[in-house]
């Protein structure tokens, strides 16, 4: 055996070449692996990052979201109130109006609620006044249900009317009537309006009448007076009552020309006439000189109109007949309500169905109310007071005089029946 | 660039970094309200150091409204260096809950209502 046999396989240098080879493969792979565990937490990092950006959007909109909704219940809230305090103005509107109106007034008011100065306010209106004649007459002749029947039908009457004109009723006191065109709306035809109103209501009296008539009893008649003019209109009251009502000097004249006419008749001041003249026709024109005027004024007795409201008033048949002995009567001049205490005497020369002449001992005034006692031809009084008013005085005989009846009792009512069939 | 229309008006002064906003904003959606949210991120891209959002007479909001405002309120948050002051009216029924809900999206965002 010789120990100097050469080794077999790989020599050592060759041995040692791999081994070093094996050791850098090893710390590259550990590099590798190195970076692969940075990049793997730079990844993770990044995605962190990116849910975190990803939360604060989410978490950004679900704010914008509860943000817009909390909003959305504000504005709903606060629509809701002003829906709530715009439905109390309706019905605060429907109550103060609503039973004096006509609906499409009320509509309007409603559509227009700043429109309107509920607290008072000055402005031009045309102002109806009616009242009825002989209706007290009337009144003591019938039972107290057959009274309020009457009234009711007439007022029922009257209401439709005045709404189919678009007044406002601004007061019903037991049988007359106060009624504004031009509050609380005004238009361009307040004043025509009111007049062809006024025409409308004569031409339904007819229909209130009716039942009487066929139960014998006397019609009952309707005097107007309208005039133009500023006003103060508004709710006026205290915090218990109020009411949308209406004063002014202008009020006060409406109510003395409603005053001088007698049943059936229409009378209009100057300044609603100056508005209308176009389309009326007047049968006669008388001047007036009221308390309180400076000036007389004319006013004018309106039969019919023509235009957009077309109507007439029927002629009346009124035909005076001369008597062939004259009726002595005593009469004394009405002073407001309240008659005078000195009788006079006068006879009855000529006699219609509604009219008469007199001839006076002493001269009244046109306009006078006169309340009168006839005298039979025995020289007995005919009972129960006969009232009537001065409507012109003859200009060719200081103490003649034209009347109109303006509440006959059913006592005198026979006694001038028979004396007419004479 | 300052907006006047019928209902609404909205007005930057430079001098003051404040945008005044009056009227009702009514409009319909993004787009419509795409010129309003310009002049109010117009305004924050310039930096100030307070940017004040005058809302006192901004009688109506709607939704898409408050949107823009969230919008605007977002872009001003990323920077950190402008102070934002809205200020409201208590005679304004919406401002006072929903402006405050501004503060969720902004919480160093300041608010007067008078």
Known sequence: ?422 | MDIIHEDYQVRYDAATATVICQGSFRLRGTEEYAPILQVLTAAADAKPATLTLDLRTLQFLNSSGINTLAKFVLHVRQYNATQVVMKGSHRVPWQEKSLKNFQRLLPGLQLEIE
């Open chain 1, 1 to 422: 055996m010789s120990a100097t046999q050469p080794p077999r396989g790989p020599s050592r240098k060759a041995l040692l070449a791999e081994v070093q080879a094996l050791r850098q493969r090893v710390a590259a792979l550990e590099q590798e692996k190195h970076d692969l565990e940075i990049m793997l937490e730079m990844a993770t990092d990044h995605a962190d990052d990116l849910s975190e950006a990803l939360q604060q959007e989410c978490d950004d909109l679900e704010t914008v979201l509860e943000l817009t909704t909390d909003h959305g219940d504000a504005i709903e809230a606060d629509l809701q109130e002003q829906a709530e305090a715009l439905a109390r103005r309706s019905q605060f509107i429907r109550e103060t109006f609503g039973r004096y109106v006509s609906e499409d007034v009320v509509t309007q008011l409603l559509d227009a609620p700043e429109g309107l100065e509920l607290g008072g306010a000055k402005r031009k209106v045309t102002i109806l006044m009616s009242d009825l004649r002989g209706f007290t007459t009337l009144a003591e002749c019938l039972e107290a249900q057959e009274v309020m029947r009457f009234l009711n039908r007439y007022l029922e009457a009257m209401v439709d009317v005045i709404l189919a004109y678009r007044g406002t009723i601004i007061e019903i006191l037991g049988d007359g009537l106060l009624v504004l065109f031009g509050a609380p709306l005004s238009r361009d035809d307040d004043a025509e309006r009111a007049v062809a109103c006024a025409l409308a209501m004569q031409l339904r009296m007819d229909e209130s009448n009716a039942p009487n008539r066929r139960a014998g009893l006397p019609d009952v008649e309707m005097g107007i007076g309208i005039h133009t003019g500023e006003v103060v209109v508004g709710n006026i009251g205290s915090q218990q009552r109020t009411k949308y009502g209406v004063v002014g000097s202008a009020v006060n004249l409406t109510g003395r020309i409603e005053s001088y006419t007698t049943g059936g008749q229409i009378l209009i001041s100057p300044t609603t006439y100056a508005e209308t003249a176009a389309l009326l026709t007047v049968s006669h024109q008388l001047t007036v000189a009221p308390q309180g005027v400076a000036a007389p004024i004319t006013l004018y007795d309106v039969r019919a109109m023509e235009g957009a409201h077309s109507l007439c008033l029927p002629t009346p048949m009124e035909m005076l007949v001369p008597l062939p002995q004259a009726l002595d009567l005593r009469y004394t001049v009405l002073e407001g309500k309240f008659a005078g205490s000195t009788m006079y005497g006068g006879r009855l020369v000529k006699l219609g169905t509604k009219t008469a002449e007199l001839h006076v001992d002493q001269p009244v005034a046109a306009f006078s109310n006169l309340k009168l006692h006839l005298l039979r031809p025995s020289g007995e009084v005919v009972p129960e007071d006969l009232f009537a008013k001065v409507v012109e005085t003859l200009p060719e005989d200081a103490c003649g005089v034209m009347v109109r009846f303006t509440s006959i009792p059913e006592a005198a009512w026979t006694f001038l029946d028979t004396v007419r069939r004479l």
